[in-house]
């Protein structure tokens, strides 16, 4: 395939710099730089209105920033764009496909609209849908419905696939099965850029990730890198009666050893830690001395998650 | 990834658009009985409630008396009367119940109780009037001569049938086309296809091509059986009525395209389609004439497309008018079509 597109190839898929998306006085989107590598599966994470869809209907010529430019393909969104969209795969949210319609038909609607791709039963098998080829949309499952959107964006064999939250509200399984999809696309080269909420998700899909919230981007790498950023591996959580937590302050615990980071709510502490062996004994000393006795004591690897609440203060899920 | 030996054949764009349509139609056993059923049933219930007979029997009573007996044999004479006889009580139960329409006294001069403001009432009135004052010794200084009218053409369900044709040009025009566009926005459906690569007039195309596609089954289903079970006359070009009927039904899909063009719920579409199809269904002279509304309302009624539509349809079909004497008729409905569809694009909410 060849596309005349710009005299040089450009290094990135995607870039956008400044971009900056009002709704009244709300602002979805302000001032957001990023861009997506060539080959690699670029994750946006953030909680429910962080401006993450916002951010990829810009990409995806869905909708026009108000600041900012945007360069998809080493192209940019101009007249129908029609040239552009046969490259790019478009998965949204939610789609509700004509219910009376058969699996295979919808799939060949949108073959249909690109000048090349996949055959619809290569698609099909793709997503794990052979058997419901001749099955009405109506019949589906919510996992199967959504692995139909995904086929649907995979049938023009795009150079960029958009994933906006593919797996939220799906059972484990049909969430993995997913994920095995995207894996399949990672290791065929292609370039996919995807929004999630879930930490798991991110974690095992993305090359990079960066982390949304307010509409910027607030931390930017690697999934072990930004762990890495927290400065210790683990986290351990416990809380303590009222009584008890009138006694114990933040500078106790910061001078526990092994201790990076201490994150009080309410009764409850997060402590991020490097050596989890070496860190609650001591905490448990520690309060013992004050006559305080712990509860809910556990530990975890550090995830996205608490690189998350470590920038925040506040969980993904809260929103 | 090669294309497999089992291939799925692969339409252009517009075509697999436009089946997708037709496919989703067929399969909607409601749509097919509004679409194709409903009209038939319409015309059929309405054509046998109004089918021609001999006129029925005008009630008339007797207050019961000593002329009774000469005066039930007197109206019992001629077939336009049937009388009985009823105590004065009886009679005039009977007469605000509506069971007869008129009630001659006992009197030795009869007098006539009847209400002048109904004309089943009037005519009784001068039937018995007639029938009495014949029993009673007048002669007629002359016998008419009798012209009636039955012939197919003149009949009600000759005149229901172009409305109701009319009627379903506009419904499913409307509905077909609003009802989908709006689903389809709602479930980001139409989102989904603005990202693909297809043309929007691809995305529109396909819709006013099911709906002509869809025209000639349903306009053919309703005018065969007018025709072959009913006798409705076709005097007409049955090119012409098949260009009116292509005309009325893109006008309506202009009228639909706008009517869906910005709401997102099928509550908001639904509101606005009756909004603009009751007033037509009432003004536009499905059911009975325009000519009934006052001078004042008519260049609102004849403004109306559905009354241009239906105009046409009757000119063609029941008085064979050609082409010419129709042209302002269907150039009114091609401007309702054509500002429609101009301000629709313009005003489109694709997302």
């Known amino acids: 395939m060849t596309h005349v597109t710009h005299s040089s190839a450009p290094k990135n898929a995607l870039q956008c710099n400044g971009l900056v998306k009002r709704y009244g006085d709300v602002a979805a989107v302000s001032g957001l730089d990023l861009d997506v590598r060539y080959g690699e599966c670029f994750g946006l994470l953030g909680p429910n209105g962080a401006g993450k869809t916002t951010t990829v209907e810009i990409f995806e010529g869905l909708r026009v920033p108000d600041a900012g430019d945007v360069e998809v393909l080493g192209d940019r969104w101009r007249g129908d764009g029609l040239a552009l969209r046969a490259r790019l795969g478009i998965q949204l949210q939610e789609t509700k496909f004509p219910e009376k319609l058969r699996v295979s038909e919808v799939v060949t609607l949108f073959r249909s609209f690109y000048p090349g791709g996949l055959g619809v039963g290569d698609v099909l098998s793709l997503v794990g849908l052979e058997e419901k080829a001749g099955a009405h949309v109506r019949t589906l499952s919510g996992g199967q419905k959504q692995r139909l959107s995904l086929g649907c964006a995979l049938v023009g064999d795009p150079e960029l696939l958009f994933l906006d939250e593919p797996t939220t509200g799906l059972d484990p399984q049909s969430r993995r099965q997913t994920w095995d999809i995207v894996e399949g696309l990672k290791t065929r080269g292609r370039t996919v850029l995807l929004t999630t909420h879930y930490m798991e998700e991110a974690a095992r899909l993305c090359d990079r990730v960066a982390v949304v919230d307010h509409g910027k981007v607030i931390a930017l790498g690697t999934p072990r890198e930004l762990i890495a950023s927290l400065g210790a591996e683990h986290v351990v959580e416990f809380a303590v009666g009222e009584v008890a937590s009138a006694v114990i302050d933040d500078g106790v615990l910061r001078a526990l050893p092994s201790v990076e980071d201490v994150a009080r709510d309410g009764g409850s502490w997060r402590l991020t830690v490097r050596e989890v062996h070496r860190a609650v004994p001591a905490l448990l000393t520690a309060l013992a001395e004050r006559g305080a006795e712990p509860t809910d004591l556990s530990t975890h690897h550090a995830t996205l998650e608490d690189v998350f609440m470590a920038l925040t203060g506040r969980r993904l899920r809260d929103g | ?351």
């Open chain 2, 1 to 351: 990834m090669a294309e497999r030996a089992v291939a799925y054949r692969i339409r252009g764009p517009l075509s697999e658009l436009t089946l997708a349509r037709i496919r989703e139609l067929t399969r909607e056993p409601e749509a097919v009985f509004w679409v194709f059923v409903f009209p038939i049933l319409l015309t059929a219930i309405l054509g046998l409630a109004f089918r021609s007979r001999p006129p029925d029997a005008l009630p008339v009573a007797i207050v019961a008396g000593p002329h009774a007996d000469a005066r039930l044999a007197a109206l019992s004479a001629g077939s336009d009367l049937e009388a009985r006889v009823l105590s004065e009580e009886e009679a005039r139960l009977a007469l605000t119940r509506g069971r007869v329409v008129l009630v001659v006294s006992a009197g030795d001069t009869p007098s006539y109780a009847y209400d002048p403001t109904q004309p089943e009432s009037r005519t009784a009135r001068l039937a018995v009037d007639a029938a009495l004052q014949r029993a009673a010794g007048r002669t007629d200084a002359f016998t008419a001569g009798r012209g009636e009218v039955t012939e197919p053409g003149a009949r009600y369900v000759d005149f229901l049938v172009p409305g109701l044709l009319g009627m379903n040009l506009m419904g499913t025009g409307m509905w077909g086309i609003g009802f989908s566009l709006v689903v389809a926005r709602n479930g980001n459906l139409l989102k989904r296809l603005v990202a693909a690569p297809v043309r929007r007039s691809h995305l529109l195309g396909a819709q006013l091509t099911s709906r002509l596609i869809f025209l000639i089954p349903e306009a053919g289903a309703l005018l065969l059986f007018a025709y072959f079970a009913l006798g409705v006359p076709l005097h007409g070009s049955v090119l012409l009525l098949i260009g009116i009927s292509l005309l009325g039904a893109l006008a309506f899909s202009g009228l639909g395209l706008l009517t869906a063009a910005r709401p997102r719920t099928i509550e908001g579409v639904s509101g606005i389609m009756n909004l603009v199809m009751v007033p037509m269904w009432i003004f536009s002279g499905i059911f009975f004439s325009t000519e009934r509304f006052p001078a004042g309302m008519q260049p609102f009624v004849q403004a109306l497309p559905l009354t241009a539509l239906n105009d046409a349809l009757r000119g063609v079909m029941l008085e064979g008018t050609g082409l010419v004497p129709l042209l302002p008729e269907l150039a009114l409905l091609a401007a309702w079509g054509t500002v429609s569809f101009v301000l629709a694009l313009k005003f489109f909410r694709w997302q």
